[in-house]
């Protein structure tokens, strides 16, 4: 017997289908990550990577924010070691069969914007744009050291068409139908044969 669709006060998964669509509900707060969301998040991609069915993982937010990082003032500290849900998370994504869309409807700032790396594709709206104050370890991986080290050592905000240059974004598409083509998009990867979707 499958397990039940968890239920979560602010965050949202549907599935359809081959597809699963988890959005983060936390406007007020920018969608950022404090500790028991977190948890949350991490519970729910477990119960993903569980569903043999999905293929295609869909992760957006509600709000004008993408994902404004982590939340240390809310929920007490947070532990980013070995067994922390923040390793557990980044460890569900990178290793992870199932293919990782991440939909940017909105700003994305820290952790929002380092996590990207650990997608297989992005797509933002025009007007989203990338701020963080650190380098992540993928960033040089794929945009080149320097590029990096001058985007976001400095802690400047770069647009979506930068981060569409240096391959941070994938492709940018309108905003007027942004959520319900990400999602057409999503069906066409979902119903390629699992071979080819391993392949890539």
Same mark, same amino acid.
């Given at each position: #017997?499958?397990?039940?669709?968890?239920?979560?006060?602010?965050?949202? @998964?549907?599935?359809?289908?081959?597809?699963?669509?988890?959005?983060?509900?936390?406007?007020?707060?920018?969608?950022?990550?404090?500790? +028991?969301?977190?948890?949350?998040?991490?519970?729910?991609?477990?119960? !993903?990577?569980?569903?043999?069915?999905?293929?295609? %993982? *869909? *992760?957006?937010?509600? $709000?004008?924010? =993408?994902?404004?990082? #982590?939340?240390?003032?809310?929920? $007490?500290? #947070?532990? =980013?070691?070995?067994?922390?849900?923040?390793?557990?998370?980044?460890?569900?994504?990178?290793?992870? +069969? +199932?293919?990782?869309?991440?939909? *940017?409807? $909105?700003?994305?700032?820290?952790?929002?914007?380092?996590?990207?790396?650990?997608?297989?594709? &992005?797509?933002? &709206?025009?007007?989203?744009?990338?701020?963080?104050?650190? %380098?992540?370890?993928? =960033?040089?991986?794929?945009?080149?050291?320097?590029?990096?080290?001058?985007? =976001?050592?400095?802690?400047?905000? !770069?647009?979506?068409?930068?981060?569409?240059?240096?391959?941070? &974004?994938? +492709?940018?598409?309108?905003?007027?139908?942004?959520?319900?083509?990400? #999602?057409? @998009?999503?069906?066409?990867?979902?119903?390629?044969?699992?071979?080819?979707?391993?392949?890539?």
């Amino acid at each position: #017997m499958r397990p039940p669709l968890p239920q979560y006060a602010q965050l949202e @998964i549907c599935h359809q289908d081959r597809i699963a669509l988890l959005k983060y509900n936390r406007p007020s707060s920018g969608n950022s990550l404090h500790p +028991k969301f977190l948890r949350d998040v991490v519970t729910a991609m477990q119960w !993903i990577e569980g569903e043999s069915r999905i293929r295609v %993982v *869909v *992760v957006t937010r509600e $709000g004008r924010f =993408f994902c404004t990082g #982590m939340e240390l003032l809310d929920g $007490g500290g #947070m532990s =980013f070691g070995i067994g922390s849900d923040f390793h557990e998370l980044n460890r569900i994504f990178i290793l992870s +069969k +199932k293919i990782l869309i991440a939909a *940017v409807n $909105g700003a994305a700032a820290g952790y929002g914007t380092s996590s990207l790396a650990l997608f297989d594709i &992005v797509y933002a &709206v025009p007007d989203a744009y990338f701020f963080t104050p650190f %380098v992540n370890v993928s =960033f040089p991986k794929i945009m080149g050291h320097q590029r990096a080290a001058s985007l =976001f050592l400095a802690g400047d905000r !770069i647009t979506v068409q930068e981060a569409r240059d240096v391959g941070l &974004v994938s +492709k940018v598409l309108p905003k007027k139908d942004f959520p319900p083509e990400v #999602m057409e @998009i999503a069906r066409r990867i979902a119903d390629s044969p699992p071979a080819l979707l391993c392949a890539n």
